[in-house]
């Protein structure tokens, strides 16, 4: 095996990944590396392809530990791999945060004797639902009083300080330590958010979970930082497992990353690291660049060129960071940058979808080769690319479009069945929702054969939106307890309603009817079973649903299975007396606030790319490494350029491991945003081939003037205007 390891530094699509991929193969391509990587004396025989999980700790030949920036990643760098080799060898692909997760899961035993926990099998909480539950745990401390000097809501704020354990977990600072790190960070500036107080809110929060066997994303990371990576026991079963590691875009890992790859290189594995110093994508989010950095002492390191020749990198980056730092400097752009220049952002989104569209028709530009880029995305700018771009034909992919799964008509109406069908829910439901269930419910699917992923299907309902209004109207009867639906014939013209909707009702009442009879009879094991039984019947029905139907009713029953998971556990720790409905009005209540999204998998393509404009934020596309002929930067003028895209976590700067509770001042967060704009420009334009249109709007979708850092980019290309 070789002994030295590697660290790759690139900007970019400078060929990292790649390079990567080339170094494994490098490791095991004599035969005698062959032999000491991946056959056992014992058996003399190779093991192929992936490994299960629950069989690592029985292995006694070590495998490669793969580790990518996120997920999507992730998958497609354990597909290059394997693709490689050929499947032959024992590669184990996952994020740094999946697999300290895998490990904390897989290592609990160990956990439960050095912890003296409760042995019981941990389960992990999701975000949503641990910050309802912290809420509950701190409502009592987190008075009125205090979120009015802080100047937050209380869901702001409880998501705030969990944020703080999962910043100090990612450094590798204990939860005790977090009180001391604050004092000095925030100095005078505490206001209500007294250090002591927030720590022992967390330390608070992170018994009461491990109590209950419930498992946070921070807790997860302190528990294997903390506890695992220190146990001898679990460093030699660490050490039989993997003999090298590879780690593509470490510049958006956290710092305890770090602490795992010098103890596989101590312990004797390989190891090849990618590192752009334009990424740190994540930097705010729980990334610390600067310290993984630090590794390249322990590696022979390597520089690779800039990006592709075809990419605008090398020729605009310059030209536009001088002119963004130094807006009096007197430059003009090149050809290659256009802008379009509206006086109200209104006009600007139809101008951009128009210029695409017939760039497109005209045949100057594929339809995948084409990206719109801006700092932020809200409803109205998305909705409005995408109306008109698919009413020319033209399909939009939405990077990681997380809409609430509550602005689904197919999930509200789910919901509205469920306080049809439990008593004590009448105050969840109206006669607007219920008119709505009647339209969803009746719908019979018609797909076409060449129907869009993104466009809606054909459907016809049996109950329209105005006949469902009469029904709804006439013959909803509300109730608090008890909400019911009469007979169609309680309203008087009931012959206006028509033979196709008078069926579809009946038939809907005698379902309702059934399911009510069946819950008081307790044959009904559990509200997912009920909305599983009504997507069955309504939903379903044999046909192929669209693409996002798919994904927000999976969305939904893993979001229940898992919120009933958590109560069932809660229950028995410390049974409650509350009726079970109100786990039902306390679900239905967490959907409505639209804190749960649709995030369906897969999230790409089977086949070959998907024909269509790409969507995205900053921090989505950055994130998902992709690159095209042209770019549209939407918003040119908006201030959260300078944001990168992305919120930076409260207290985030304090947790960096060369900064460790240093105090933040107006001068670092302008530094930060200057070295921030500059990477993000730096990234863009190595992703881009061939044209970049500046689009701006002297006035925000809120009526101010806009007024950022890119402004003298739009100014310096005003000679290519699209008037």
Not at 115 to 140: D, G, I
Not at 591 to 613: D, E, F, M, Q, S
Request: glycine letters at 6%; aromatic letters at 8%; a negative charge.
């Amino acid at each position: 095996m070789v002994s030295h390891s590697v660290w790759i530094v690139g900007s970019s699509r400078s060929g990292k990944t790649a390079r990567l991929v080339e170094q494994f193969c490098n490791w095991v391509k004599s035969e005698k590396q062959y032999h000491e990587l991946f056959y056992t004396k014992k058996q003399g025989r190779k093991k192929a392809g992936h490994i299960p999980e629950f069989l690592y700790l029985k292995q006694t030949e070590p495998g490669v530990l793969v580790l990518a920036a996120n997920d999507d990643n992730r998958r497609e760098l354990g597909d290059i791999i394997v693709t490689s080799t050929l499947g032959k060898y024992p590669v184990r692909a996952k994020t740094p945060l999946g697999f300290f997760q895998d490990e904390v899961i897989l290592f609990w035993p160990l956990l439960i004797n050095s912890l003296n926990l409760k042995a019981q099998f941990p389960v992990r909480l999701r975000p949503e639902t641990e910050q309802e539950l912290a809420t509950k745990l701190w409502r009592s401390q987190l008075d009125e009083e205090i979120l009015r000097l802080a100047g937050v809501n209380e869901s702001r704020m409880v998501r705030r300080i969990l944020d703080l354990l999962q910043l100090a977990a990612y450094s590798g600072i204990p939860c005790e330590d977090i009180a001391q790190i604050l004092a000095r960070g925030l100095g005078e500036n505490t206001t209500t958010l007294e250090p002591e107080f927030l720590a022992s809110l967390l330390l608070d929060w992170r018994n009461w979970c491990l109590e209950r066997g419930l498992l946070t994303y921070g807790i997860i990371t302190e528990l294997y930082s903390q506890h695992l990576l220190s146990d001898r026991n679990y460093q030699q079963h660490l050490a039989k497992r993997y003999q090298a590691v590879l780690a593509d875009d470490v510049d958006d890992y956290p710092s305890v990353a770090r602490l795992l790859f010098e103890l596989l290189l101590d312990q004797g594995a390989a190891g090849a690291f990618s590192y752009n110093p334009d990424g740190a994508v994540r930097l705010g989010l729980g990334a610390d660049p600067n310290y993984l950095e630090g590794l390249a002492g322990r590696c022979r390191v390597e520089i690779l060129t800039g990006p592709p020749p075809e990419s605008l990198g090398e020729q605009l980056t310059k030209q536009m960071v001088e002119l963004v730092t130094e807006p009096m400097v007197l430059l003009s752009l090149p050809k290659t940058v256009h802008s379009i220049e509206t006086t109200s952002r209104a006009q600007l989104l139809r101008q951009t979808a128009e210029e695409i569209a017939n760039a497109i028709q005209s045949q100057q530009v594929e339809a995948e080769e084409v990206a719109i880029i801006a700092p932020g995305l809200d409803a109205i700018a998305r909705y409005t690319l995408v109306e008109i771009l698919v009413k020319q034909n033209i399909q939009v992919q939405s990077l990681n479009d997380q809409r609430p799964l509550i602005s689904s008509p197919i999930i509200r109406a789910l919901l509205t069945m469920l306080a049809l069908v439990y008593p004590g829910l009448g105050r969840l439901v109206d006669r607007d929702a219920v008119a709505e269930m009647l339209v969803v419910l009746s719908r019979k699917q018609q797909i076409p054969e060449n129907s869009s992923l993104l466009t809606p299907n054909s459907l016809s309902a049996d109950i329209d939106p105005v006949r469902a209004g009469l029904i709804a109207d006439y013959c909803f009867l509300p109730h608090p307890d008890r909400p019911n639906l009469l007979p169609v014939s309680a309203f008087e013209r009931w012959d206006r309603i028509g033979y196709a909707a008078t069926t579809a009702y009946n038939q809907i009442l005698e379902w309702l009817e059934q399911q009510r009879s069946q819950q008081e009879l307790r044959l009904i094991p559990s509200p997912i079973s009920l909305l599983d039984r009504a997507i069955q019947r309504f939903l379903w029905n044999g046909s192929n649903l669209p693409y996002e139907q798919l994904a927000a009713l999976r969305e939904l029953l893993e979001t229940a299975q898992h919120y009933w998971e958590i109560d069932t556990r809660l229950r028995q720790i410390a049974p409650v007396e509350t009726t079970p409905h109100t786990t039902i009005i306390e679900f239905i209540q967490l959907l409505r606030r639209g804190t749960i999204t649709a995030n369906p998998y897969p999230v790409r393509p089977i086949g070959g790319v998907r024909k269509a404009v790409t969507l995205a934020t900053i921090f989505q596309y950055r994130s998902s490494r992709r690159s095209h002929r042209w770019h549209f930067w939407l918003d040119a003028g908006s201030p959260l350029w300078a944001k990168g895209g992305a919120a930076t976590l409260f207290g985030a700067p304090f947790f960096l491991q060369d900064r460790l509770g240093e105090p933040w001042t107006a001068e670092d967060e302008k530094l930060a945003e200057e070295q921030r704009l500059r990477r993000i420009l730096a990234d863009l334009l190595s992703r881009v081939s061939e044209r970049v249109y500046l689009c701006h709007s002297d006035l925000a979708v809120n009526g101010q003037e806009q007024l950022g850092p890119l402004l003298p980019l739009v100014n310096a290309c005003v000679t290519h205007s699209v008037i």
